[in-house]
């Protein structure tokens, strides 16, 4: 789906929305910090950022201040459990595009992400290639009214293939948008999960296929 930055700094809300995220699919990467987020959004691109406001060292405004002042064009979800319009004026001002007061309900947090990505260039919700109809919503997928039965990590491989159909997506790009910093990859791991979908895409499914040193592409049968 997408490679997602969260800052928290609570341990316990962290560990539940990175369970969340990676459950739908998402590599999802947690930085305790302002620092280290600052840090992590250099080393990788991602495709949003959820941020809480009240971090230890430089607050989550500053953090916003520092991207948008970077030329960083990455969404920005912010989390808090400060209800003051002020409060959400002046994130909103450094460059904020959402904001999502704690406690909140999972599935709202849910469909802000999807909102925000739709919102900043991701394909329509209803993603038809072929004989493949991708509900990106509710994350299912069907091959001529045959539901497919897709693991995260393959559902992950999916929705970014189709992001770029009949385009080559090459394998650095597929491996840092599936697996988190700390997921521990095989070498092969990226080679299983293609395989798994290419099985699950046939026989009427549009095809993946390899271009040795490029990448992956997937055709429309």
Same mark, same amino acid.
């Given at each position: 789906?997408?490679?997602?930055?969260?800052? &928290?700094?609570?341990?316990?809300?962290?560990?539940?929305?990175?369970?969340l995220?990676?459950a +739908?699919?998402? +590599?999802?990467?947690?930085?305790?910090?302002g &620092?280290?987020?600052? %840090?992590?959004a250099?080393? $990788?691109?991602?495709s949003l950022?959820?941020?809480?406001?009240?971090?230890?060292?430089?607050?989550?405004?500053e953090?916003i201040?520092?991207?948008?002042?970077?030329?960083?064009?990455t969404?920005?979800?912010?989390?808090?459990?400060r209800d *003051?319009?002020?409060?959400r004026?002046?994130?909103?001002d450094?460059?904020?595009?959402?904001?999502?007061?704690?406690? %909140?309900?999972?599935? &709202?947090?849910?469909?802000?992400v999807?909102?925000l990505?739709?919102? *900043?260039?991701?394909?329509s919700?209803?993603?038809?290639?072929?004989?493949?109809?991708?509900?990106?919503?509710?994350a299912?997928?069907?091959?001529?009214?045959? !539901?497919l039965?897709?693991r995260?990590? &393959?559902?992950?491989?999916?929705?970014?293939?189709? +992001?770029?159909?009949? $385009?080559?997506?090459?394998?650095e790009?597929?491996?840092?948008?599936? %697996?988190? %910093?700390?997921d521990?990859?095989?070498?092969?791991?990226? $080679?299983v999960?293609? +395989?798994r979908?290419?099985?699950?895409? $046939? !026989?009427?499914g549009?095809?993946?296929?390899?271009?040795?040193?490029l990448?992956?592409?997937?055709?429309?049968?």
């Amino acid at each position: 789906m997408a490679r997602i930055l969260l800052v &928290e700094d609570d341990p316990a809300l962290s560990r539940g929305i990175i369970a969340l995220l990676k459950a +739908a699919g998402h +590599a999802a990467d947690c930085a305790k910090d302002g &620092e280290t987020a600052l %840090f992590l959004a250099d080393s $990788e691109p991602c495709s949003l950022v959820i941020l809480d406001i009240g971090l230890p060292g430089i607050s989550g405004f500053e953090v916003i201040k520092r991207l948008r002042a970077r030329g960083c064009k990455t969404p920005i979800l912010v989390l808090t459990a400060r209800d *003051h319009v002020t409060d959400r004026v002046k994130g909103l001002d450094l460059g904020a595009d959402d904001y999502l007061l704690k406690p %909140f309900n999972a599935s &709202e947090l849910g469909a802000r992400v999807r909102a925000l990505r739709r919102d *900043h260039g991701d394909p329509s919700p209803v993603v038809v290639i072929g004989n493949l109809t991708i509900d990106r919503t509710h994350a299912t997928a069907e091959v001529c009214g045959r !539901p497919l039965q897709l693991r995260p990590r &393959e559902w992950a491989v999916l929705d970014r293939l189709i +992001a770029k159909p009949g $385009e080559v997506v090459s394998k650095e790009r597929l491996i840092a948008e599936v %697996f988190s %910093f700390d997921d521990a990859v095989a070498p092969n791991a990226l $080679e299983v999960h293609i +395989a798994r979908l290419r099985k699950k895409l $046939e !026989p009427d499914g549009p095809a993946i296929r390899t271009l040795r040193g490029l990448g992956y592409m997937l055709k429309a049968s």
